[in-house]
DNA sequence: TTGTATGCGTTATCAA
DNA sequence: TTGATAACGCATACAA
């Protein structure tokens, strides 16, 4: 008995069909090398190739390289809307250039990260896309010691020279706080996200440089932190805030889950948005605009992001020479019905 | 100069500092084969590989073994929120039996998905899990023909003997038209998603079962179908069925889209939901009930979905005596505020 | 312009 | 129980 299945053809069963050496085969099958064959036999070996439907093995080729144009890409949570685009984005510029997308989830765990990330690395990804948020990590610090090529989307390593494209945050906090003090607000609360994270800081010093440019009070109180980037931990937080007693009648959320989180404490406690309190949030997640509060928010480019992030990493893969650097795209205020001039009494003491 | 970097370690490399054969190492290492080596050598030899940081190459042993152990992962588009969930059930399955996920989005564009998942084949994946949802497909026949793993998730295909993963669309929407029954309703619409896809088809005829079901008039022209699972082809099904006249006091979506399109419609036209129209969905997509009038929808094990395709597919891989079989997960209706009973006159004539 | 030889790191198949 | 050898499919330095 021969073969059960054809088994698939070689760049030796092309050569033999077209009776020259499996070398020349490769050589006229890669776009790179092609000049060296002649025109008529690249011509011959072409149409040997294609009707035997030889594709080429590219894990063969990838030991012999020790390239494997995949890249990991590697977020804490797909089911987060926040990531959905960013991925794609960067899917779409990968996969045009030839490369694959390797996609880990980490939930922000950083065993299941490192893990994940080993696994990515064992698999000879060529490089990284890092969406995940936790400022401080050993792990992005030992690859990127290791020389290993990667970008940052959505987040920056202040004290390490890793490319990132990131969105101008502090600039979209800006655009929030002054929308807010335009509509006549003074004493504007923060709901920071974690400070663990880039962003979570970011956005809070952002935050606190905003209030200054306004000459409004600078309360330190109005400033809390999350515990993490979810609605329960944004509800946590806004209650705690109402339960100190303090006076505020706008809130600028971390992000929109924080600020989801705040709608929940707001229908508990009878508490309406924007009359009570106007609200903004960060991301522009899908359907904001149909919550029973349509919610402002700060657009953010994800599509862009990941794409930009993308285009980056390919770059420093293919080019040597390649510096990293980062690049800044722009935030737009999206305002909708969650924000309006300040009415009445303060809402802390509506709550009790 | 020797070499600029240490180079990753290999199965020689630990075989030289412990003093025996590579071929060993290999067997030592492999759970499968540790057996056949002593277990003294076996103890040094993972001290060795241990202290060594070796790490084996996947890529290597995929040459040698021809398996891969990674799978491809076909959908439509990840930023639709019913998909994230489904991947990512996919993928801690996978991740747990050691195989890698390759995500590709086709954009329900034949064209696109054809090269994406040559692209897939290309890279030697293992198997497919197919989540898009076109009924007809050349492709699917295809691979199927050619001995292709694959397992078929949220869609089946009839014709075809090919493993898929659903849930209980027909209870689902029965669950859906006997709790508006319940409320009172007697002529309810059902805005179909394209008779293309699988789902479409299949939560239509449900539709029209569950009316028969409930003796209730089967009106056909109660039954509209969407050009797309998306918002606007919701609005303007609902559209269409609010100006030709009929009367209908309650519409049963083909799924959270389309129901949102409904919304729009119901809003542009100073309708109330659930007032002048109650409106149930399907897949219960994130933030539902944070909208303006919290949607009722049928609610699906999406991670579920993904976990078990991905654990069939791992079946079908490793067990060369699979047989293709369904497996079909419950549906459960979430009621909220966009369904109450029948109130006044028909939508259709406060609409002119 | 084409062919030869070699090796990427691993595992399968022998033989010892 | 261990070792030797070859081979997976391809790419590249070198020779012709």
Same mark, same amino acid.
């Given at each position: 008995?021969?073969?059960?299945?054809?088994?698939?053809?070689?760049?030796?069963?092309?050569?033999?069909?077209?009776?020259? $050496?499996?070398?020349?085969?490769?050589?006229?099958?890669?776009?790179?090398?092609?000049?060296?064959?002649?025109?008529?036999?690249?011509? #011959?070996?072409?149409?040997?190739?294609?009707?035997?439907?030889?594709?080429?093995?590219?894990?063969?080729?990838?030991?012999?390289? @020790?390239?494997?144009?995949?890249? /990991?890409?590697?977020?804490?949570?797909?089911?987060?809307?926040?990531?959905?685009?960013?991925?794609?984005?960067?899917?779409?510029?990968?996969?045009?250039?030839?490369?694959?997308?390797? %996609?880990?989830?980490?939930?922000?765990?950083?065993?299941?990260?490192?893990?994940?990330?080993?696994?990515? #690395?064992?698999?000879?990804?060529?490089?990284? %896309?890092?969406?995940?948020?936790?400022?401080?990590?050993?792990?992005?610090?030992?690859? !990127?010691?290791?020389?290993?090529?990667?970008?940052?989307?959505?987040?920056?390593?202040?004290?390490?020279?890793?490319? *990132?494209?990131? *969105?101008?945050?502090?600039?979209?906090?800006?655009?929030?706080?002054?929308?807010?003090?335009?509509?006549? $607000?003074? #004493?504007?609360?923060?709901?920071?996200?974690?400070?663990?994270?880039?962003? +979570?800081?970011?956005?809070?010093?952002?935050?606190? !440089?905003?209030?200054?440019?306004?000459?409004?009070?600078?309360?330190? @109180?109005?400033?809390?932190?999350?515990?993490?980037?979810?609605?329960?931990?944004?509800?946590?937080?806004?209650? /705690?805030?109402?339960?100190?007693?303090?006076?505020?009648?706008?809130?600028?959320?971390?992000?929109?889950?924080?600020?989801?989180?705040?709608?929940?404490?707001?229908?508990?406690?009878?508490?309406?948005?924007?009359?009570?309190? *106007?609200?903004? +949030?960060?991301?522009?997640?899908?359907?904001?605009?149909?919550?029973?509060?349509?919610?402002?928010?700060?657009?953010?480019? $994800?599509?862009?992001?990941?794409?930009?992030?993308?285009?980056?990493?390919?770059?420093?893969?293919?080019?040597?020479?390649?510096?990293?650097?980062?690049?800044?795209?722009?935030?737009?205020?999206?305002?909708?019905? *969650?924000?309006?001039?300040? !009415?009445?009494?303060?809402?802390?003491?509506?709550?009790?």
């Amino acid at each position: 008995m021969t073969r059960e299945r054809p088994s698939v053809p070689t760049l030796r069963d092309v050569a033999d069909a077209v009776g020259v $050496h499996a070398t020349t085969v490769s050589r006229a099958l890669n776009p790179k090398t092609r000049s060296q064959v002649g025109a008529e036999t690249v011509k #011959r070996i072409m149409k040997a190739a294609d009707s035997l439907g030889y594709r080429p093995n590219p894990i063969a080729r990838s030991l012999k390289t @020790s390239r494997s144009a995949t890249v /990991g890409l590697v977020i804490p949570d797909l089911t987060n809307p926040l990531f959905p685009p960013i991925v794609r984005g960067a899917e779409a510029v990968l996969e045009a250039a030839g490369y694959s997308a390797l %996609i880990v989830n980490t939930d922000s765990d950083l065993v299941r990260e490192r893990a994940r990330v080993e696994s990515l #690395r064992s698999r000879q990804v060529e490089g990284f %896309i890092i969406a995940t948020a936790l400022l401080d990590h050993p792990l992005l610090r030992e690859l !990127h010691e290791q020389g290993a090529r990667m970008v940052l989307v959505n987040r920056k390593v202040e004290t390490l020279q890793i490319p *990132s494209v990131v *969105s101008d945050d502090a600039d979209g906090i800006a655009q929030a706080v002054r929308h807010l003090v335009e509509l006549g $607000h003074v #004493r504007i609360a923060h709901l920071a996200g974690p400070r663990t994270t880039s962003t +979570g800081l970011l956005r809070a010093r952002a935050f606190r !440089h905003a209030v200054q440019d306004h000459d409004l009070p600078a309360d330190p @109180s109005l400033i809390v932190e999350c515990t993490g980037w979810n609605e329960a931990a944004g509800a946590r937080a806004l209650a /705690g805030l109402l339960d100190g007693g303090n006076a505020f009648t706008a809130v600028v959320a971390g992000n929109d889950l924080i600020a989801l989180g705040c709608y929940d404490v707001l229908a508990e406690r009878g508490l309406s948005c924007p009359g009570d309190l *106007s609200v903004v +949030g960060f991301n522009d997640i899908p359907f904001l605009d149909k919550l029973r509060t349509p919610l402002t928010t700060v657009r953010l480019p $994800h599509v862009d992001l990941g794409a930009e992030a993308a285009r980056m990493l390919i770059e420093s893969i293919e080019d040597s020479g390649y510096r990293p650097r980062s690049l800044l795209l722009p935030a737009t205020l999206t305002v909708r019905a *969650s924000t309006t001039r300040p !009415h009445t009494g303060q809402p802390s003491r509506t709550a009790r």
